[in-house]
């Protein structure tokens, strides 16, 4: 088992930043209709501290989720590689069905965390309010986490498992598929090891390529992660949500927040994997009795 993998990918992913407030806010609210318009609205109502709604939970567990994604990859390849033979290269299809394992099995950890930003970050009341104007339901994290638990079951913590893990599986898949068949184009024959232009490169095309796939999941995610919160109950499942946005709101919708997604995903992943490379290849030249 690759135990670096799993070390390697918790050190990569400290670099993560999560999901901005903006694009939560223009997947599940009317009254944002653009990326412009949500920053200047979250400034003007909230300050600053708007845009770090809902990040101390899944901040916290960004090291334990990044691990599960990244060591169940690299050992779902190991697997494959066995299954066809010790020393087999590993076909793009391997690939492919390793990233999607890697990305749902994230789910379990990251869930929670994920249902805590969502509510937090779309609670846009401000805690000074007078008394003539809406209080938070929520406080912090830990008061949002307790009254889903409170009040909707240990369940309530895992709404939008489902879109959650249509999102990854296959947005994980088309991210690790993307990195290795540019490293791969892009590395000269017979050196064993991209180039860390490569390396960043094909890190932050991977990124755009995933949230590409993942963005339209993402906002039904949100949604159902939302529904019943402010109003009635709106959605029966992730189908009816899903008819019911474009009937509504028109296909577009499911793309409204690719361009945040795509600019924030160059940039960080090009660190992710940069920082995954060089801590996998110095764990990597650790004897395993040393890592114990």
């Known amino acids: 088992m690759h135990f670096a993998d799993f070390l390697a990918g918790s050190v990569g992913d400290l670099e993560y930043v999560h999901l901005t407030p903006a694009q939560v806010r223009i997947q599940t609210q009317k009254q944002f209709t653009g990326i412009w318009q949500c920053v200047v609205t979250t400034v003007k109502k909230e300050g600053v501290h ?15 989720t990044s691990s599960v994604v990244f060591g169940t990859y690299r050992n779902c390849l190991q697997c494959f590689s066995q299954l066809r ?3 087999a290269p590993n076909s793009k299809i391997d690939i492919f069905l390793s990233g999607m ?6 789910i379990s950890v990251m869930s929670p965390g994920d249902i805590v930003k969502v509510r937090l970050q779309c609670q846009t009341e401000c805690k000074s309010s007078g008394f003539s104007h809406a209080k938070p339901k929520y406080s912090g994290p830990i008061h949002c986490l307790l009254t889903i638990a409170k009040e909707e079951g240990v369940l309530g913590l895992y709404r939008g498992a489902l879109p959650l893990a249509f999102r990854d599986g296959p947005s994980y898949a088309t991210y690790f598929l993307t990195y290795n068949t540019l490293c791969s184009q892009l590395t000269p024959a017979g050196q064993k090891e991209p180039e860390w232009t490569v390396v960043l490169l094909a890190g932050g095309v991977a990124g755009m390529a995933g949230w590409s796939v993942g963005t339209p999941m993402d906002v039904i995610k949100a949604r159902l992660q939302m529904d019943g919160v402010r109003q009635e109950k709106r959605y029966r499942g992730l189908v009816h949500c899903l008819t019911e946005t474009v009937r509504n709101e028109g296909p577009g919708i499911f793309f409204k927040s690719l361009g945040i997604n795509c600019l924030r995903a160059f940039p960080v992943n090009m660190v992710v994997f940069a920082v995954y490379e060089v801590s996998v290849r110095v764990l990597r030249s650790v004897p395993l009795d040393q890592l114990s």
Do not use: E, N, R, Y
């Not at 708007?50 to 334990?64: D, R």
């Not at 394992?101 to 994230?106: D, F, N, S």
């Open 101 to 106: 394992a890697g990305g749902v099995a994230q």
């Open 85 to 87: 033979g010790i020393g």
């Open 50 to 64: 708007g845009f770090f709604k809902g990040m101390a939970l899944p901040v916290t567990t960004i090291s334990m």
